[in-house]
């Protein structure tokens, strides 16, 4: 079988793909979104999509990594590239439509509260005015970026005036204002990851020097774990609620006890999880994306 890797860069974690599928005795390409070039021809029933001379529509599963930056219609065309696949009989992983939910952090919130999840009380807005009323109420915020991830672009406020800098920073921008009440943690998060109907690794991230940021991108320190049972079934809900195949969903337990799912990423990084628990994460996605084409 040969699997194509779309991805926005070449790298560890493709790297790892390659190394697994390869174990199996598979193949595999690393496909720029950048090169799609889908045609609509005079005489032909369909369209066609490809990359080179790889055509991508004959392809029996296509694993799709970071989607790269660029303008509103380069996403769009290269999302819907993953849907036109996906309808047409290619097994897309992650899916697109689980893509969709996972990079806007509204979507995912919405749907983990409607799934009867605990998530941190939110508030996304457009108006400053807006913004500043949920920091009244609310009075001890996170702010962060509508799509992003690592930790990056995250700021912590409680003060009004403070708020309103930020605020204007991001109003500059036409930033959507993205507002989480703070639950206390004493430093520490935990990262699930998981793959199908079951969690493959879990990790404890904790915050430098006793701050609140655990993202091991920005210096947070990791060591495995063994879930309790019913934090596991709160990452497979989770995951199940978006709809993707592999995921790494943070879990929050707070001082009170409850335990908040705070994200689910959708395109995730493993390295660190990796590392910690040396659970061989690439082959368990590969064992289940090739599960899940021969079922």
Not at 18 to 31: C, Q, S
Not at 32 to 48: D, F, I
Not at 99 to 110: G, L, N, P, Q
Not at 159 to 183: C, G, H, K, N, W
């Amino acid at each position: 079988m040969h699997v194509p890797i779309l991805s926005a860069r070449t790298g560890w974690h493709t790297d790892e793909l390659l190394r697994a599928l390869a174990a199996r005795g598979h193949t595999a390409t690393i496909v720029p979104y950048e090169s799609l070039v889908a045609r609509v021809a005079p005489h032909s029933k369909a369209a066609t999509l490809a990359a080179g001379p790889q055509q991508l529509l004959s392809a029996p599963a296509v694993l799709a990594r970071i989607v790269p930056n660029g303008s509103l219609e380069q996403i769009i065309y290269r999302v819907d590239a993953l849907h036109w696949l996906e309808e047409r009989g290619v097994k897309v992983l992650n899916s697109p439509r689980a893509i969709e939910r996972c990079v806007d952090k509204f979507y995912t919130s919405a749907l983990l509260r409607e799934a009867g999840l605990d998530t941190p009380e939110t508030v996304v807005c457009e108006r400053i005015d807006d913004a500043m009323a949920a920091v009244r109420e609310m009075g001890d915020v996170i702010v962060k970026p509508l799509f992003g991830s690592m930790g990056h672009g995250m700021v912590r406020v409680s003060d009004p005036e403070t708020a309103f800098r930020v605020f204007r920073a991001l109003e500059m921008s036409r930033a959507v204002f993205y507002l989480q009440r703070v639950i206390e943690h004493g430093g520490s998060d935990v990262r699930a990851f998981v793959v199908g109907k079951r969690v493959v690794a879990a990790i404890e991230r904790r915050a430098r020097d006793g701050g609140w940021r655990t993202n091991i991108s920005l210096g947070g320190e990791a060591r495995a774990i063994d879930l309790p049972p019913a934090w596991s079934d709160l990452a497979l809900t989770a995951a199940r609620v978006v709809g993707a195949d592999y995921a790494g969903v943070d879990l929050l337990p707070a001082s009170d006890g409850t335990v908040h799912v705070i994200e689910v990423n959708g395109i995730p990084g493993w390295s660190g999880a990796q590392k910690a628990t040396s659970v061989d994460i690439a082959g368990a996605i590969v064992d289940h994306l090739i599960a899940t084409i021969c079922d």
